[in-house]
């Protein structure tokens, strides 16, 4: 009887860390709701997702321990309803198009919102992701502005389409108040604005710790 009793809690131990390594490797997550999707519709969305993302169907109470082992937070308020995560280990944005487009022909799909580069994503935001435009076409856009700086190109080739738009749009921002800009400017500009985010996130945290 003893060991009857051991195996579940065993069973949910396992389960919380293989949970929690996934959340650990995932360059992007996206929580959805499958409520009224059949075995058949949960893998054609497999199918479509591709070998980068793992779609994992949990118990919100595994996942949020999951989630607090891998340091990841603010997703408590998603995690409600049949719940299936996203997991991406490749291009984030490539994920956010596959599900928009399952969703399509799926209404019961349900994106609830995300996580991505270190903070949680609300539905909306998840959505402009899969509006972005491809890997490819982003660096065709900024193939012009290289300046033969090989060393920023080689950071882009590997850097996630999301942070290419951003550069992109900061390249645009810089030249319509320059006329002109590099490549290097807009990796500035990015990064100006990523520490004063930072910096404001942690005045926040410290105004919350203080109160």
């Known amino acids: 009887m003893a060991e009857q009793t051991r195996a579940p809690a065993a069973d949910k131990v396992a389960a919380v860390a293989e949970i929690a390594a996934e959340f650990r490797d995932a360059s992007a997550m996206v929580v959805t709701e499958y409520r009224g999707l059949s075995m058949k519709q949960l893998a054609t969305l497999r199918r479509s997702l591709g070998s980068d993302v793992t779609y994992t169907v949990a118990k919100n109470t595994l996942v949020k321990r999951a989630a607090a082992d891998a340091g990841v937070e603010g997703l408590d308020d998603l995690l409600v309803g049949p719940t299936a995560i996203a997991f991406v280990s490749g291009e984030p944005v490539d994920a956010a198009k596959a ?103 942690e005045s926040a945290a410290e105004a919350t710790a203080d109160a």
């Open 99 to 201: 599900l928009r487009e399952f969703q399509r022909d799926n209404r019961s799909l349900v994106v609830k919102g995300g996580y991505m580069e270190g903070r949680a994503l609300s539905a909306t935001e998840v959505e402009k992701l899969a509006d972005l435009e491809s890997r490819e076409v982003l660096l065709g856009k900024l193939a012009g502005a290289m300046k033969g700086n090989l060393t920023k190109a080689a950071q882009l080739f590997n850097a996630p389409a999301s942070q290419i738009a951003r550069l992109a749009q900061a390249l645009q921002d810089k030249r319509a108040a320059e006329g002109e800009a590099t490549t290097e400017d807009a990796v500035a500009a990015v990064e100006a604005a990523d520490a004063q985010a930072e910096a404001g996130a």
